[in-house]
C-alpha cells in the first residue's frame, strides 16, 4: 500500500493508468470510473479530495483501486462528479447468463466492499434503470459503518433476516433482531453496526439507487 503522507500531488496524478485495466476487482472499475469522471470535469485530485475532505494520496489510492471508499465518501464523491445512480458500477456480469433486465440470478449479483472490513454489500436488484435498489448486506460480528453517520438524498427500508443489527438514525440508536424491519428518510444522518456474535443479513433498499 501506498502512504498517505508520502504521496505527492504530482506522483497521484502520473499514476499508471495500466494498472488497473489488467484487474478485475469492482474496486478497480469503480476507481477508474472515479478517474474517468474527475478528469472529464477537468478536475484535479486535489480539487476533489478538498471538497471531499479527504487526502490526495487517499483518493489516489481509490481511484487505482488500491483503496475503497467509506459509504460516506463514496457518496461524497458522487455528488461532487455528478454521478447517476448506479454510475460508478459496471454493467457486465462476467457471467454466463444472458442481461435480464427484471431478474438477477444469484450468481451474478455484484459485490462492493468498503475500506470497513466486515461489511459487504451484494447488488439484488437488476442493473437496469429504475427508482429503486435493493442490496444484501452482509455484517460482521463487531462491524458496521463507521463511528461518522451519513446522509444523502432518498428514502430506505429494509429487513433483518438473520442476526442483530444495531441502528443509528440522527443520533438515536434502535436494536433490530431477526425478522424486524425499519423505514427511515435517508436525509437524516445514519448508521449501522452488528452487536451480535454471528454474522447479520439485511435485505435493504434505497430509493433513488445509491450504487
Not at 16 to 30: C, Q
Not at 147 to 175: F, P, Q
Amino acid at each position: 500500500m501506498i502512504s498517505e503522507d508520502s504521496e505527492s500531488v504530482q506522483e497521484a496524478e502520473a499514476a499508471d493508468s495500466g494498472f488497473e485495466l489488467g484487474l478485475e476487482d469492482l474496486e478497480i472499475r469503480i476507481g477508474k470510473k472515479l478517474r474517468d469522471h474527475r478528469s472529464a470535469k477537468n478536475l484535479s485530485l486535489s480539487e476533489v479530495a478538498k471538497l471531499a475532505e479527504v487526502s490526495v494520496g487517499h483518493l489516489s489510492q481509490i481511484e487505482r483501486g488500491l483503496a475503497a471508499p467509506s459509504v460516506r465518501t463514496f457518496c461524497v464523491l458522487s455528488k461532487i462528479l455528478g454521478i447517476g445512480p448506479g454510475g460508478l458500477l459496471d454493467d457486465s456480469t462476467g457471467h454466463d447468463h444472458p442481461f435480464d433486465p427484471f431478474i438477477t440470478r444469484a450468481a451474478t449479483r455484484q459485490t462492493i466492499m468498503f475500506n470497513r472490513a466486515g461489511v459487504v454489500k451484494r447488488l439484488a436488484s437488476p442493473r437496469a434503470p429504475g427508482s429503486l435498489q435493493m442490496l444484501l448486506v452482509e455484517i460482521e460480528p463487531d462491524a458496521g459503518s463507521g463511528e461518522a453517520g451519513y446522509s444523502h438524498a432518498g428514502e430506505e427500508c429494509g429487513i433483518v433476516i438473520e442476526g442483530l443489527l444495531d441502528l443509528w438514525i440522527d443520533g438515536e440508536r434502535r436494536t433490530l433482531g431477526t425478522g424486524d424491519s425499519f423505514r427511515f428518510p435517508s436525509t437524516k444522518v445514519h448508521r449501522f453496526h452488528n452487536p451480535g456474535s454471528a454474522m447479520a443479513r439485511v435485505v435493504w433498499v434505497t430509493s433513488p439507487p445509491l450504487y
